[in-house]
């Protein structure tokens, strides 16, 4: 079975193809309290250092409810200090964040950790999603089981018709699966924008007025997104704040105290707690890679904190070989205008081509590699090998109607057949 992680990196939702629902769809609630906070909750009441992780995708990375919530704890917990560790990456999943967890996350001894996937996990099978969140919380609580963890659901206008409905759409009633298991609250934060929907008082995608005149075609109503998925920094984010806020009162009367994280027997025995990043070696590596210098190179250093290794190679024939024992493996790499495709072999299999180049490909991002899923437990090799052919850029750059005059920029920037990579993405260890 071909892995098909971070297909859609950076783009803010990784598909909008809507699946079949393999369960009924839930009851919609924006605040479920279970276990609460009581971790993170007392080292605010007593004044002490709270570190706060985001983990999530676009909706999480942009300038609105994750530093509008950070403000908040600074003004509601005025004698704490509350610092930030953000782990959003635009595009990003489940499917790629419990393989970076640790790196991203744990690594900065968090003591609250938001988890926000509801609308990058959208398009993925339920399998997937549930093997993934379980796999973060799982990790989480082996790394501190006094760690904190706080599910958060955002949504895009596709997702207002089960809303509406009063019915959570079906990423997050996955979700609540696992939060149910582990006793993890959850704040579902597109219950308000529905109801504001469906009572009239919101649009859900349109521009900001500029003029009074278009303020009063409003009739009072606020317009939530640009785009129907990415809220309004002034508007949308400003009613997630306020749903956040709204849970922590119910969670904060909670009255919980302090205690460890149990985990006990997960809800599938395949969830992905193995998941980890493993580093790429030199002796994996053909002669012609380059380890490249955050110090000196510009793409290095502008990925240096997701990806502090970062190798690079162009010419067709150049290979990257090792050996895992495992189920699972994918490589943690970038996207970009100068890329081209890569051959992928695992054992004694048929290679197949990946380009690392798609429609998006104005500029480079963080991607991921699919190599391998579902494999049987044993040592596997593989052998990735760049390739001499480009795709076809043009023709994948017009796939998008905004890159319609792309033709105008230097066709130069878009020459190469480079791959960019920062490490392995494996369920199981890499044995050379």
């Known amino acids: 079975m071909v892995l098909t992680i971070g ?3 950076m783009m803010g939702v990784v598909a909008s193809t809507k699946p079949q629902s393999a369960t009924p769809l839930r009851e919609a609630v924006e605040c479920r309290v279970r276990e609460g906070l009581p971790n993170a909750l007392a080292k605010w009441r007593a004044g002490n250092e709270v570190r706060v992780a985001y983990l999530g995708g676009s909706i999480t990375e942009a300038n609105g409810w994750r530093p509008k919530t950070m403000a908040w704890f600074a003004s509601h917990f005025p004698n704490a200090k509350s610092v930030e560790i953000n782990a959003a990456i635009g595009g990003t999943g489940s499917d790629l964040g419990v393989f970076r967890l640790k790196q991203d996350v744990l690594d900065h001894k968090p003591d609250l950790l938001f988890v926000e996937f509801a609308v990058n996990d959208s398009g993925a099978p339920e399998d997937r999603i549930r093997k993934g969140i379980e796999g973060i919380v799982r990790q989480t ?3 501190n089981p006094r760690t904190d963890i706080c599910f958060v659901y955002t949504l895009t206008e596709g997702m207002l018709g089960d809303l509406v409905a ?22 579902h934060l597109g219950v308000e924008v529905a109801r504001m929907h469906h009572d009239g008082k919101l649009l859900f995608t349109g521009p900001l007025p500029q003029t009074d005149s278009e303020r009063a075609a409003l009739d009072g109503r606020i317009v939530f997104s ?5 809220p309004y920094p002034e508007t949308g984010h400003e009613i997630y704040l306020q749903c956040i806020q709204r849970g922590f009162a119910q969670i904060e009367a ?18 992905w707690e193995r998941a980890r990043l493993v580093p790429i070696s030199r002796s994996m590596l053909s002669s ?15 990925f240096v904190a997701r990806m502090p290794d970062l190798w ?34 695992v054992d004694d299999g048929k290679p197949f081509t990946t380009p690392r180049f798609d429609a998006y490909c104005t500029y480079h991002r963080l991607a991921a590699l699919p190599i391998a899923e579902g494999l049987p437990d044993r040592v596997h090799t593989v052998t990735i090998r760049i390739l001499p052919d480009q795709p076809d850029k043009l023709q994948i750059l017009h796939q998008r109607r905004e890159n319609a005059s792309i033709t105008s920029l230097d066709p130069k920037i878009y020459d190469g057949t480079n791959w960019y990579m920062g490490s392995i993405m494996v369920l199981g260890d890499v044995v050379g």
């Open 166 to 187: 009063g019915k959570c759409p079906r990423a997050a009633g996955v979700m609540e699966e696992v939060a149910d298991h582990y006793g993890i609250p959850s704040i």
């Open 312 to 345: 690079q190679a162009g010419r067709p024939g150049e290979t990257l070989t090792f050996r895992f024992k495992g189920t699972t493996a994918s490589i943690y790499d970038l996207l970009g205008p100068n890329c081209g495709q890569v051959s992928v072999q």
């Open 7 to 9: 297909l859609g990196l």
């Open 226 to 230: 640009g785009d129907g998925v990415h």
């Open 141 to 143: 609580w082996h790394a």
């Open 288 to 302: 012609g890679w380059k380890h490249l210098d955050p110090g000196t190179d510009d793409i290095a250093k502008r």
């Open 254 to 271: 909670s009255p919980t105290k302090p205690f460890r994280h149990r985990m006990g027997s997960p809800l599938g025995m395949d969830n």
